[in-house]
């Protein structure tokens, strides 16, 4: 009878235990870091509008505060969408006539919202609240990114649960003044000596702004319930 | 005893363990047939099809399952835990047969094992499959089950190691492991018979990438059974570790019924209960079909007998001491746990469990019903379903009725929670009928070491070892011969 098998098989079985080994923590490593992706993510993916409304125009040209819009981001859990009268007070005078505006009109003379597509949507199961963030020195920035600076909206950050609990380990590295809340640019690339004689530096004025504002402890910060009920 | 046994006279009062007229070759010939014959038998196909109904039944099941979420089932609040867990509690209970036969009575040198062995750990292996389905679908969300694990996250999260419910995944999966490893080594030197025996050429292939190079050399047995001794010992804790962690999952609990330092023990000897229950129910027909009669003797069936008589027992007095404790405490809850059972609103199925469980089974301590198959396999019924309501009993009777009577509310299964169950059984079963066709499901080499050839003789051998010729023997050749 002839062998049934090459003598290379040998080999090629001991070699199958370590590749076998090797591939299946390839593949595993590959799995989890693919959560981390854009793929799954949708960071820095622009979302499409029913009105191309942008940030950047009136962030970053106008100059408008977030607050203007967002006007229950300092009292409630959501920031608040504006509602089309927000639009209305500007855009009843400028550009009242521009095509791109005509879902505004149109939502404003039948008195019925504009459908928004959510950009930044957390999980049910997590109850966030906008309020608690922006009164404790966590400015817009620190999550959305440089609003001013997108024509589209887009998340910067991949809102998963390590990204929260990043800053809820250690809020010190990314806190801020409450004053400084809204600013586009922070930290400062030349604070104002006014307002900062001795300059901005995390690693002093982070520590000290927690302190301040009274933040809670790690444990605290980081316990189920804060975030899960 | 030495004497006894060297006394040529000496016979051993029990009957062998390896019926007379067979030698190498028609062992080997014997099993390897159920495994190379071609195409089916009627009766196998016959119940393949039904069992395989079964297993369908049970994949459609998970489907809408999936789709619809757990509301399905009959669970409810109080009652969050019932059917899956009983039934996980159950199968799992079941599979710690296969372990006890092939890791304990290996270190015990009982050579009664040696044919019932493959198949009771290939039992073992589809009852761990079965019962990792009911907490793997019970979240709901099977799709990040992967969360049970201590994988590195996006959530930056672990599983709470002060959980008896993460010693739970850690126990089975282990216990999975170890019995697939222990399984499939067992399985190497009759994967390399079947290798030799079969005519055919992608059979020879096949079952050669099983047998993994295995040439039978002395090297090869040294190691083979170093490596098995090796996972016996590892296994024989595991008997006893996977149902004490199950039974944590209870113990650890603050509700009436479950809070008891004696569900450890009691726990698993109920596993070894069920699961030499099991192991008869599927080798009396088993062997009947394929008459194995030569290979699972009366005294493998009267052993297995015994054992769970004294399971049994045991079992017993757990049942016994739950009822002293529930009065020994003197608290109102467990008193009324106690009472709730026995005669609450689902007390008939306590009846039926001792029924079950306590007091037909006590019909084995007559020898002429553990020579009788067919007792025996309607007692073995009866344990499987008492074990079942063994389970209910704890885990439904001591939610549904806790310390707030306004929390009370009653459990009335779903006819999803039916099919899940029996759909389970038709896929263990599949299971089986695939193993006990494709796989050889006694080990031949093993029952070898059993025939009377292949005892050593130590008179010979001392006379061997003297440079004595055996008497009547041909001369040893030596080498220039």
């Known amino acids: 009878m002839p062998q049934l098998f090459h003598r290379s098989t040998n080999t090629l079985a001991r070699l199958s235990i370590v590749i076998g080994v090797l ?31 942008s940030h950047k125009h009136h962030v970053g040209d106008d100059g408008i505060d977030c607050r203007y819009c967002h006007t229950t981001v300092e009292t409630t859990a959501t920031a608040g969408m504006p509602p089309t009268k927000t639009c209305m007070n500007c855009h009843s005078q400028l550009f009242a006539n521009s095509p791109y505006l005509e879902i505004v009109r149109d ?10 597509t959510r950009v930044h949507d957390l999980p049910d199961f997590v109850y966030f609240n906008h309020s608690i963030h922006v009164n404790k020195g966590v400015g817009c920035s620190t999550c959305h ?9 887009w998340n910067v950050a991949s809102l998963q649960m390590e990204w929260c609990l990043e800053c809820h380990r250690n809020p010190e590295n990314f806190i801020r003044p409450k004053s400084k809340i809204t600013e586009m640019v922070w930290p400062p690339k030349e604070p104002d000596p006014k307002e900062f004689p001795n300059g901005w530096n995390q690693a002093v004025d982070g520590p000290r702004l927690v302190r301040e504002y009274k933040i809670q402890p790690k444990d605290v910060m980081i316990s189920c319930s804060t975030c899960h009920r | 005893m030495a004497d006894a046994v060297k006394n040529q006279d000496y016979v051993d009062p029990r009957p062998p363990v390896v019926g007379p007229g067979l030698d190498f070759r028609s062992i080997t010939q014997k099993i390897a047939d159920i495994v190379l014959m071609r195409g089916f038998k009627k009766g196998w196909v016959f119940g393949f099809a039904i069992v395989f109904l079964g297993s369908i039944m049970l994949f459609n099941t998970i489907a809408y399952l999936v789709l619809k979420g757990v509301g399905i089932w009959g669970n409810n609040i109080p009652v969050g835990w019932a059917f899956d867990i009983i039934n996980f509690v159950w199968w799992i209970g079941i599979g710690h047969a ?55 996250n996006t959530m930056q999260m672990w599983p709470n190691f002060r959980s008896p419910l993460m010693w739970d995944v850690f126990a089975v999966t282990t216990y999975f492991t ?72 209870f113990a650890t609990g603050i509700v009436p019924g479950w809070h008891t330092t004696i569900f450890p023990p009691y726990f698993v000897a109920g596993a070894i209960y069920a699961g030499f229950a099991m192991v008869l129910t599927l080798a009396i027909p088993v062997r009947k079909y394929y008459h194995l009669e030569d290979f699972i003797t009366l005294r493998h069936i009267r052993n297995c007998c015994k054992v769970m008589l004294a399971t049994g027992l045991i079992v017993a007095y757990g049942y016994l001491m739950e009822q002293f404790f529930s009065w020994y405490s003197s608290s109102t ?74 929390a009370w509310y009653m459990y009335r299964p779903t006819i999803f929670d039916f099919t899940m169950f029996f759909g389970t059984v038709g896929f263990f079963l599949t299971c089986m009928f695939l193993f006990i066709r494709f796989v050889p499901m006694i080990p031949i080499f093993e029952m070898k070491t059993l ?18 010729a055996p008497v009547g023997a041909t001369p040893l050749p030596q080498f220039g011969d």
């Open chain 2, 98 to 152: 296969g372990t006890l036969i092939s890791a304990i009575l290996l270190l015990l040198r009982q050579s009664w094992r040696n044919s019932i062995n493959r198949f009771a750990e290939a039992m073992t292996l589809f009852a761990v499959a079965c019962a990792g389905m009911f907490p793997a679908l019970h979240t709901g969300r099977p799709w990040v089950d992967y969360w049970l694990f201590p994988i590195p």
């Open chain 1, 23 to 53: 591939l299946a923590g390839l593949v595993l490593g590959l799995l989890l870091e693919a959560n981390r992706t854009p793929f799954v993510t949708r960071a820095y993916v622009a979302r499409e509008q029913p009105v191309q409304f």
């Open chain 2, 333 to 406: 809850y467990e008193m009324f746990m106690m009472k709730n059972r026995m005669f609450g609103p689902y007390g008939y199925m306590y009846w039926i469990l001792i029924l079950c469980n306590i007091l037909i089974p006590q019909l084995l301590w007559w020898k002429k019903m553990r020579d009788n198959l067919a007792v025996i396999f309607i007692i073995c019924m009866f344990i499987n379903v008492g074990m079942w309501l063994e389970r209910f009993v704890i885990i439904v009777m001591s939610l549904n009725r806790d310390f707030t009577p306004s």
């Open chain 1, 145 to 153: 990114g440089r609003v001013d600076l997108m024509p589209l909206m």
């Open chain 2, 178 to 249: 170890v019995s697939l490893l222990f399984w499939f080594m067992g399985l190497i030197p009759d994967f390399a018979s079947l290798r030799d025996t079969a005519k055919k050429k992608w059979q020879k292939i096949l079952f050669g990438i099983l047998a993994m190079g295995w040439r039978g050399d002395a090297k090869h047995w040294h190691r083979y059974e170093t490596a098995y001794l090796l996972l016996a010992g590892l296994s024989t804790p595991l008997v006893l570790s996977v149902h004490s962690v199950v039974s944590f999952d």
């Open chain 1, 107 to 116: 939502s404003w003379r039948l008195d019925r919202p504009i459908k928004w």
């Open chain 2, 451 to 468: 025939l009377p050839e292949a005892q050593v003789d130590e008179k010979k051998v001392e006379d061997l070892e003297n440079g004595k």
